[in-house]
């Protein structure tokens, strides 16, 4: 095997690594329980993975551009602490909506602190995941506060034999797909992504686009929040709390770059239902709960380790396809 066709079949391994440890833990936690390869379970993980899949497609925006949200978590505490206490009775897609739209708000301050203000968007979302949380807080009095009937009776409800959280999952995905794949503003982030001066020079408003990916990864976080909530009784004041860490390891798992310009949405639902496949084998084995953050640990650490890799290799794959040119 020559050096070349050594190199490509590394990151061909690089690029299908998701896959290739999704196969491994199956084939792990299923020798060790008989019920975590049952049907069911497999539709319980779908169904668990729904809200971690949701927030993940508006952090692939984000990512897209090389920029990154922390405040998610506290987005979706914020937004649904509102829903809990103000809507009971609502129309839940009434509901949906509501939330939807403060998410969109919480995206936007985001997005003019960073866009405007030119704070680094680490710095920036840092701040408003510490301001998020604080508002939750306030509103609900450090108490826990259970959601109204109409969220929960969401959870629990079936359409044509899937949950319902998973055909909101569903409608999220097929929209992020068909924007980022068939709109001019898809292919506008990515160009953002991959060189945003280039960009720039080619006519894109690049502070438009970043505006964008904040606004959506926001609304995203708002409505996996609410699905969440459709499937836990009551919000205390951990809901949602350091819920961007497997967000982000989703998104970067599933092929998207921290770097920008590369990856996409349908990787990042694989990775979301990779993680919860974790945590669910680990409770199918009654593993030791303090095991389940050195666990996500090494799952995040394994992204970024990948993600570093295949960047790396990519790049001298080009650089030497384009010295061969140039012969």
Request: charged share 10%; glycine share 10%; aromatic share 10%.
């Amino acid at each position: 095997m020559s050096a070349v066709d050594s190199r490509r079949l590394r990151l061909l391994l690089l690029q299908n690594a998701p896959l290739i440890l999704f196969l491994v833990l199956v084939a792990v936690f299923g020798s060790m329980s008989d019920r975590f390869l049952s049907p069911t379970n497999f539709m319980n993980i779908v169904t668990q993975a729904a809200h971690i899949a949701i927030i993940a497609i508006g952090m692939t925006f984000v990512l897209l551009v090389a920029g990154i949200d922390l405040s998610v978590g506290a987005n979706m505490y914020a937004s649904c602490i509102v829903v809990a206490l103000y809507m009971k009775g609502w129309n839940p897609v009434f509901g949906f909506t509501v939330a939807a739209v403060l998410g969109l708000a919480f995206g936007a301050v985001n997005a003019f602190v960073i866009t405007r203000l030119r704070v680094p968007a680490f710095i920036a979302t840092l701040a408003t995941l510490f301001v998020g949380r604080a508002i939750g807080l306030y509103l609900s009095g450090v108490k826990m506060i259970p959601f109204g009937k109409e969220i929960l009776l969401l959870g629990r409800t079936t359409w044509l034999g899937l949950p319902v959280p998973i055909w909101i999952f569903l409608v999220v995905f097929l929209v992020a797909l068909v924007t980022l794949r068939l709109t001019t503003f898809g292919r506008q982030v990515y160009a953002v992504g991959a060189d945003p001066e280039a960009a720039g020079k080619a006519g894109i408003d690049v502070r438009k686009i970043l505006f964008a990916v904040y606004c959506i990864a926001g609304a995203c976080a708002a409505i996996g929040g609410l699905v969440s909530a459709s499937q836990v009784a009551a919000a205390s004041s951990t809901f949602g709390f350091q819920k961007e860490f497997p967000v982000i390891a989703a998104a970067v798992l599933g092929g998207t770059s921290l770097f920008g310009g590369r990856g996409g949405v349908i990787g990042t639902v694989f990775g979301a239902i990779l993680i919860q496949t974790v945590e669910n084998g680990l409770v199918m084995i009654n593993a030791d709960p303090y095991v389940y953050p050195l666990v996500v640990s090494a799952i995040i650490f394994l992204a970024v380790l990948v993600d570093s890799l295949r960047t790396d290799m990519l790049e001298r794959l080009e650089r030497r396809k384009i010295r061969v040119e140039a012969a």
